[in-house]
Nanobody, 120 residues
Framework: QVEFVEFGGGLVQPGGSLRISCAGS????????MAWYRQAPGKERELVAR????????DYADAVKGRFAISRDNTKNMMYLQMNNLQHEDTATYYC?????????????WGQGTQVTVSS
């Protein structure tokens, strides 16, 4: 059962910007905090950013703080990640998922992800 679909990734030059999106079902977006994760080749999946149900509280990994912005539109069952000043080390497959805010525990299944490649 597919819960999330990520899209919008692509190839971008260092210093560039990209916005990726996550589509989910209404029942999920109405009930839970959400998060973006990424996994680079040969590395473990890591938490990038998270957002509470109504978008009033967000949190970022130190590596992306000040460059990335997470947002959500519950009326459209969508979540977004605006990525600015992208660097080579941001190259990864990006995934979205629902989480328990306090424990950062994943609640849902992983989708296919969307590939972001930062290269000149």
């Amino acid at each position: 059962q597919v819960e999330f679909v990520e899209f919008g990734g692509g190839l971008v030059q260092p210093g560039g910007s990209l916005r990726i999106s996550c589509a989910g079902s209404e029942c999920i977006f109405a009930r839970t905090a959400m998060a973006w994760y990424r996994q680079a080749p040969g590395k473990e999946r890591e938490l990038v950013a998270r957002i509470k149900i109504f978008g009033d509280t967000t949190d970022y990994a130190d590596a992306v703080k000040g460059r990335f912005a997470i947002s959500r539109d519950n009326t459209k069952n969508m979540m977004y990640l605006q990525m600015n000043n992208l660097q080579h080390e941001d190259t990864a497959t990006y995934y979205c998922n629902e989480i328990y805010w306090a424990t950062k525990t994943i609640r849902g299944s992983w989708g296919q992800g969307t590939q972001v490649t930062v290269s000149s």
